[in-house]
């Protein structure tokens, strides 16, 4: 299948085949995609965490509205942003300069322009930013799904502090979106895709 | 290609070669892509501007730390989030209602869930909201360029305010994203992916 063939096949699922499980080698594959994303300065201020233990999918689904997408997936892949923007970028800095001190130093113009970038917004502001880079993430993870021909269901209808506290997330990472992935139940619903025409869409300049 | 390589192929172009340009056919197919892009109750709270004129393209430049990516480009796409969340309903559900009052009455309970959605959200939520389904947006148009093997840079640094008024656009139209696309120049130096270990990115439970 072409790309936008797989784009087209996809659609948000309701209802998974709870038998069928997206095999390890398959979820390693979408997780590859989500390691690839590009973000913003490449500090990939975001966590995935991927649940497939079914009682923790259950109670998970009593906090999203009881939405069936939850319990009946093969996996849920819960997309976090990070808040620890400071430390992600001495991380980083220690990650390009291979922990040398002297190659560190001859980038200590970019590095400060970076905490200089994060220390100029607020709490709110470094939330939305790197929640904005997780969703870069789960783009990925979707289009990677329906390249497989895995079933997914981005959600954002939970409730994320529950969300937070059942996964023993720390304080820097909070959840903001689901990706429930899986195999299309038979008595699920594949509806007609709905998209606003072109022409509202985008304009040429 | 599979996609995991194509995902790998492409990396944050700094200079476009600017005597190539993409096919009108390609960019269409990036922005099928954008249009495939599924978002929060399918309301799209996104427009793309294809920014093409070399005038325009230089100007915007100089509203963006003069990167070069921008002048150098093919064309730049700049991914707007709309603020008018409660016109965008009623336009979905004329949409989806194809104009019938009554077809539009029977789906009455969801459009006010929607709205009361709306509703509960400050401005600030909104905007924050918005932009992330334009980032979903730009993930498929960053994963079909690869597709394509068309280069690309995903950019935040320039001035908003600078771009919608260059733009034109309406007060409820702001530019959050810039992807510009084409083709590498020689001169343009390939570094190698940084990424964090899956350890840091991924947990499992």
Not at 9 to 27: G, L, M, P, Q
Not at 83 to 110: C, H, P
Not at 163 to 180: D, F, G, H, M, W
């Amino acid at each position: 299948m072409s790309f936008i063939k797989n784009l087209s096949w996809r659609y948000a699922t309701k209802i998974f085949d709870s038998n069928k499980k997206v095999e390890s080698d398959h979820v390693e594959k979408i997780l590859e995609a989500v390691r690839l994303a590009p973000t913003s300065f490449g500090l990939q201020p975001f966590h995935v965490t991927v649940v497939e233990n079914q009682e923790l999918k259950d109670k998970l689904q009593g906090f999203s509205w009881n939405q069936p997408q939850i319990g009946t997936s093969s996996q849920v892949l819960v997309f976090s942003y990070r808040t620890d923007v400071l430390a992600r970028i001495n991380t980083y800095f220690e990650m390009i300069s291979g922990g040398n001190e002297e190659v560190r130093k001859g980038m200590e113009g970019y590095e400060t322009m970076m905490k200089n970038f994060a220390e100029s917004m607020s709490e709110e502001k470094i939330a939305s930013w790197a929640a904005r880079q997780a969703y870069i993430a789960l783009g990925f993870a979707l289009a990677s799904c329906a390249e497989l021909e895995i079933d997914s269901c981005p959600m954002e209808g939970f409730d994320a502090a529950a969300y937070k506290e059942a996964l023993a997330l720390p304080e820097n990472i909070t959840p903001v979106v689901l990706l429930p992935i899986g195999y299309r139940s038979e008595s699920d619903t594949v509806r007609a895709k709905v998209r606003f025409p072109e022409t509202d869409l985008f304009s040429n300049k």
